[in-house]
């Protein structure tokens, strides 16, 4: 079953540090995948967006990487701001009868705190 | 939120009763989208239509109706049949075709039922 799981679920930082967030999917055959930011009550945004052939993409202080090997993405944070508090979705594409299919993650919840 | 707008914001139901939830963009896209959204939960694909007069159901139809008859609207109504129908609703569009292209979403609808 396509599935796509982030960790962790909530983390909270202090404002100015660095942060980690994880994505794991068992999508086959995998198209691309998407790192999406949710401020609350919002709609996402779009943050980077890898193909297969892609390890690493940055978008200022975001910066994203991606083993297809292992199926494994992350998302780096660097020199987090109060307003990089939100929730931050992985969403892998799948290749679907001539379309295709989107898995999106639960989300992780990031608060930084002053 | 990209000229796609979407209304009202906050939206109360008695159980019973049909609502209709409203999604406008002005971003000249083919493709349209609503999603449902459940804390814990990823984005869950409601319907999409990749051009006016055609759309398809998603993963989560059932209890949900929409119409595309002009490109820069995607009304979803919420019948009496969806039985667990209080999420926070979203609506997307974007170029289609190829799931590289971005899709830009709405600010949401929080619908809740009474």
């Known amino acids: 079953k396509n599935q796509v799981e982030q960790s962790p679920q909530s983390l909270i930082i202090l404002e100015g540090k660095n942060c980690t967030l994880q994505?794991?999917?068992?999508?086959?055959?995998?198209?691309?995948l998407r790192w999406y930011k949710q401020d609350t009550g919002r709609g996402p945004v779009s943050l980077t967006i890898?193909?297969?052939s892609e390890n690493t993409k940055s978008n200022g202080r975001y910066t994203a990487t991606l083993d297809a090997d292992t199926k494994q993405s992350s998302l780096h944070i660097t020199a987090s701001q109060l307003s990089d508090s939100a929730s931050y979705i992985c969403?892998?594409?799948?290749?679907?009868?001539?379309?295709?299919?989107?898995?999106w993650g639960a989300g992780t919840k990031l608060i930084i705190k002053p | 939120d990209g000229g796609i707008t979407q209304s009202p914001k906050y939206l109360f139901r008695k159980e019973g009763q049909n609502v209709t939830l409203s999604c406008e963009q002005n971003?000249?896209?083919?493709?349209m989208y609503w999603y449902r959204q459940d804390p814990g939960q990823g984005l869950r694909l409601i319907y999409y239509?990749?051009?006016?007069?055609?759309?398809q159901k998603g993963d989560i139809a059932e209890g949900y109706s929409v119409s595309r008859e002009k490109k820069e609207s995607f009304p979803l109504t919420v019948t009496s049949a969806q039985k667990n129908p209080t999420a926070f609703y979203l609506c997307?569009?974007?170029?289609?075709?190829?799931?590289?292209?971005?899709?830009?979403f709405g600010p949401g609808t929080r619908l809740t039922v009474l």
């Open positions: 997307a569009s974007g170029l289609g075709g190829s799931s590289y292209n971005e899709q830009f």
């Open positions: 971003l000249n896209h083919d493709a």
């Open positions: 239509s990749q051009i006016v007069n055609d759309f």
């Open positions: 994505c794991n999917y068992t999508v086959s055959p995998f198209s691309n």
């Open positions: 890898m193909t297969f």
């Open positions: 969403v892998v594409s799948a290749p679907n009868s001539g379309n295709y299919q989107l898995i």
